[in-house]
């Protein structure tokens, strides 16, 4: 039983490190857009796209909008992906219904630049909870490795 916990503790460590370093980046995206200058944009494309595998069915907004800054245009796909946790598909599909072909909308750009534009479609809160999942699984991986290691053979 000793090698399992020494090699799941581990395993489960580094599981939840990788999943709470994703969601935490798309979390301090979103805090860090926050202080950018925002510029005038147009939605081009505002799709549900729908993709199903082993883990079942998942549901996302494809966005893109296009954008001035000084005298070049631009067009980002990027967006803060507010979405709750609880309702995903339903969340998606709001952000379709939010963000129409058409709609005016603030994009916010890189101060250093310009490019990078990201529309903000809501604080992410489903990547917040992820990013709790994935300390948890951390803690849990680093102490199920010292129970192991200092219950002994």
Avoid: N
Avoid at 102 to 120: F, S, Y
Wanted: glycine share 10%; charged share 20%.
């Amino acid at each position: 039983m000793q090698l399992l916990e020494l090699s799941a503790g581990p395993l489960l460590a580094l599981a939840g490190a990788v999943i709470a370093v994703r969601a935490h980046r798309v979390v301090a995206l979103h805090q860090r857009v926050m202080t950018w200058p925002s510029v005038p944009g147009v939605v081009v494309r505002s799709e549900l796209r729908e993709k199903t595998d082993g883990d079942g069915t998942s549901y996302r907004a494809d966005l893109a909008c296009t954008y001035s800054a000084g005298d070049r245009l631009f067009t980002t796909a990027r967006h803060t992906e507010g979405m709750s946790f609880s309702q995903p598909a339903q969340s998606a599909r709001a952000l379709v219904v939010a963000f129409p072909v058409g709609r005016i909308v603030e994009i916010r750009i890189d101060p250093t630049d310009a490019a990078d534009g990201v529309l903000i479609t809501g604080r992410p809160e489903h990547m917040v909870v992820i990013r709790r999942v994935g300390l948890a699984a951390l803690v849990g991986g680093i102490c199920l490795a010292v129970y192991a290691i200092l219950r002994g053979p």
